[in-house]
């Protein structure tokens, strides 16, 4: 009997416990799947850490992690932050307004402020290049690639990236990714800015403010969890924009550089120079959100040297 | 008189051998590994108030009003024009507040790349790194260029927002690569940030760590370059640069081997971390 009563009073808190638990599960689902137009700022980190062997290779990249860990954890002294480990799959950062499947709205999008942190590469097609990045495959989207900008017929990479269209309103996404802001061969507006009259694309900023990512090979391995640190303490007293090629460009004499660009657009040049030289994670509602903006500023370290690009002007 | 010319003859010939016996110790050692005789460690770095304290003084930051308080692992000092903050790594940290980012045409940037130098050489100075042992040091433009969406044409001149110096350590004439310190200005050249790590350490013994051979190192290679899939063909790899590598978080020290790849079009260098063979 006793015994048994033991078991009965050892069993109560168990189901407590199970409850609670249950309860504050459904709760930071709900806040996860909620839109940041609650009333409060929320940061999102999305790290590709490992992934299908059909994608190419089995790779489990612990470096990814830490270097987004140290970035969302400075930025939970401030805001809401919310960290998923391998998770970036083809809906969560693409629009329903491109494709029926996606669910960028509810994921990507549904923060003020994202970081992706993946591998990316050089995708050409009718000798057009632009940036792909790499993700798990999905069974509505059988590539294992995501590309924000251009398609073509006949080609597996869709425009999957429309930000800042609704109320969920991400204004600041950060890619560090391998040539995911590419300098040359007109990558930059191929991936993110691509409206040529003749070809009517639209703009992957539909209202986000800025976009941040690097020219080049970039390193995970080589000191990049201070500066993704500092980033997130530093960006919520100055520039974003600066912050982001400061922190993640590093000049190695010899050796490869690391080459971090930031891009803004708006309406007119001075406001997007305005968004890059003052927006700070905190200030963002001074700057308006402009959807297919009309003039884009960049922002890099001259002459950085990066693997497998050429050197910046 | 005999017997000293046989000394003599013997003396000559002794020295012959010394001289075949060193001339090939030499060559034996030009096809054996390279031998490190010297290792660094990391002096342990106990965080506190007094250092934080203790920088700001000699970097002359006016304090009024600051508070003081300890989060996330760092010391951090904030007020109204600057954040400044030490972790328990050791990494500094220096944001202002008060001083803003602006662009101008490059062509009128007034400040030039030697003023810069002396700024940062001064900030260093202060936070008592020392000169001589910055083995590469750089000041980069921040350039910035408006374009029209439409067709990606520029929009107005090139312009400069600031300055990014960039220095890393050397010890005994290698580069420390885990060593760094950045200092960004804007265009009038008014500090804006930094961030340093740069670790006191301390030669404890000498030692000889042998490397790898060259075929055991082209094996290395080989299996980093299929690591990489289709991003590159191996062509030839040869060990470019020996670095020391000094990593603050574990305070430990090892030998970080440099390859130096060559492909069918480019040429590139990777780095892979390899256990010192002792």
């Not at chain 1, 290049?129 to 798990?136: E, F, G, P, V």
């Not at chain 2, 910055?134 to 980069?140: A, F, M, P, T």
Request: proline residues 3%.
């Amino acid at each position: 009997m006793t015994s048994a009563c033991s078991m009965y009073s050892g069993f109560k808190p168990f189901i407590r416990i199970i409850l609670i638990s249950v309860i504050l599960f459904a709760f930071s689902s709900f806040l996860f799947f909620a839109k940041a137009d609650d009333g409060y700022l929320s940061a999102g980190l999305f790290v590709l850490d490992t992934w299908d062997a059909s994608c190419g290779q089995i790779a489990h990249d612990t470096d990814n992690w830490e270097a987004g860990k140290h970035w969302s954890d400075a930025m939970a002294a401030h805001c809401q932050t919310y960290t998923n480990l391998n998770g970036l799959i083809a809906s969560w950062a693409t629009d329903n307004y491109r494709y029926t499947w996606g669910d960028a709205d509810n994921h990507l999008e549904a923060f003020d402020i994202s970081m992706i942190i993946t591998h990316g590469g050089v995708y050409t097609a009718n000798g057009t290049h632009r940036w792909a990045m790499l993700m798990q495959r999905e069974t509505h989207d059988d590539s294992c690639l995501l590309c924000p900008g251009m398609s073509f017929p006949g080609h597996d990479l869709h425009d999957q990236m429309f930000l800042g269209e609704t109320a969920s309103d991400i204004e600041i996404l950060h890619v560090f990714s391998c040539h995911s802001m590419e300098y040359y061969m007109n990558m930059i507006p191929n991936t993110w800015q691509y409206k040529a009259a003749e070809n009517n694309y639209r703009s992957a900023f539909a209202g986000i403010h800025q976009i941040n990512g690097m020219h080049g090979v970039s390193h995970t391995e080589n000191g990049v969890n201070t500066p993704m640190r500092d980033l997130g303490s530093n960006g919520w007293s100055n520039s974003v924009a600066h912050q982001w090629v400061f922190q993640l460009s590093r000049n190695r004499g010899d050796h490869p550089d690391d080459c971090a660009i930031s891009l803004a657009c708006s309406d007119t040049s001075t406001h997007a120079w305005n968004v890059i030289n003052y927006e700070q994670y905190d200030n963002r509602s001074n700057y308006p959100d402009i959807a297919d903006p009309d003039f884009c500023v960049i922002i890099w370290q001259s002459g950085c040297d990066p693997d497998s690009a050429p050197a910046l002007p | 008189m005999s017997a000293k010319r046989n000394r003599i003859i013997s003396f000559f010939i002794v020295i012959a051998i010394f001289t075949i016996i060193s001339s090939n110790s030499f060559s034996y050692d030009y096809l054996t590994p390279t031998v490190i005789t010297k290792k660094y460690t990391i002096v342990p770095f106990y965080n506190s108030i007094d250092n934080l304290l203790k920088d700001c003084n000699s970097l002359g930051f006016d304090m009024q009003d600051a508070k003081v308080e300890y989060k996330q692992g760092c010391f951090v000092l904030e007020n109204a024009d600057f954040i400044f903050s030490i972790s328990d790594e050791g990494f500094i940290n220096y944001v202002s507040k008060s001083i803003k980012w602006f662009n101008i045409d490059d062509a009128k940037v007034s400040i030039a790349d030697d003023d810069i130098y002396h700024s940062a050489y001064n900030i260093l100075s202060a936070l008592n790194v020392d000169i001589d042992d910055i083995g590469y040091s750089s000041v980069l433009r921040i350039h910035g260029q408006a374009f029209s969406t439409t067709n990606w044409e520029p929009v107005g001149p090139l312009m400069t927002t600031g300055f990014v110096f960039t220095a890393e350590r050397q010890l005994d004439g290698i580069l420390a690569y885990d060593s760094l310190a950045k200092i960004a200005f804007n265009a009038d050249g008014e500090l804006i940030d930094f961030s340093l790590n740069w670790p006191v350490v301390e030669a404890v013994l000498s030692e000889k760590i042998y490397l790898l051979p060259e075929n055991v190192l082209k094996l290395e290679a080989t299996d980093i370059i299929s690591k990489l899939g289709d991003e590159a063909a191996f062509v030839d790899g040869t060990l470019a640069i020996i670095a020391i590598v000094i990593d603050g978080g574990n305070s430990e020290l090892a030998i970080q081997y440099v390859y130096h790849f060559k492909t069918s079009n480019e040429s590139f260098i990777k780095m892979g971390k390899l256990d010192p063979k002792l």
